[in-house]
T-cell receptor
């Protein structure tokens, strides 16, 4: 079975600081991994995805994530936070179990202060 | 522009009432999903459909029902049997995954917030 753990329900950074949101996964098969962002009262928007190949994945809005199989991690980073990055971020793992099931973490709310 | 449209954005349910949430997509996706989102719990799968006229229960299907009569549409009914329906409901769609290729990202609508009167 697949599962995702996101460390820290809230992360606070200053504008211009490094953003690091942590995600660890568990999967019995090679995983496909996703990061989504959710702004208040909106749906989820795909930031980036890891399927196979390059372990460093670049996404939208300057975000990137690195797949580390040895650490079962897929942490999301951005070199310099912007006020508009304040949102909730979800990590998800996917596996084909008769259908494509996405299993989500509980989310991390990113707070950005001036 | 292609996308997923959910309506209404806000919905209020009276005791003993069934309510239906609409979800329409024009992405030509085969698969559609309904999720429930509660604070601090992430997203939980209610129902999914991989093809027209077929759907399956997800992890928390009790008190909900769906239909899939058209490829573009996947309405969700919250029945009176669902005792705690207050939540944010999200509809999603994706291309059809094949064995060993579960890398189809899901695209989400903007959600419906359901509250009890």
């Amino acid at each position: 079975a697949q599962s995702v753990t996101q460390l820290g329900s809230h992360v606070s950074v200053s504008e211009g600081a490094l953003v690091l949101l942590r995600c660890n996964y568990s999967s019995s098969v090679p995983p496909y991994l996703f990061w989504y962002v959710q702004y208040p009262n909106q749906g989820l928007q795909l930031l980036l995805k890891y399927t196979t190949g390059a372990t460093l994945v670049k996404g939208i809005n300057g975000f990137e994530a690195e797949f580390k199989k040895s650490e079962t991690s897929f942490h999301l980073t951005k070199p310099s936070a912007h006020m508009s990055d304040a949102a909730e971020y979800f990590c998800a793992v996917s596996a084909f179990t008769g259908f494509q099931k996405l299993v989500f973490g509980t989310g991390t709310r990113l707070l950005v202060s001036p | 522009d292609g996308g997923i449209t959910q309506s209404p954005k806000y919905l209020f349910r009276k005791e003993g009432q069934n309510v239906t949430l609409s979800c329409e997509q024009n992405l030509n996706h085969d698969a559609m999903y309904w999720y429930r989102q509660d604070p601090g719990q992430g997203l939980r799968l209610i129902y999914y459909s991989q093809i027209v006229n077929d759907f399956q229960k997800g992890d928390i299907a009790e008190g909900y029902s769906v239909s899939r009569e058209k490829k573009e549409s996947f309405p969700l009914t919250v029945t009176s049997a669902q005792k705690n329906p207050t939540a944010f409901y999200l509809c999603a769609s994706s291309g059809r995954a094949r064995t060993g290729h579960s890398n189809q990202p899901q695209h989400f609508g903007d959600g419906t917030r359901l509250s009890i009167l």
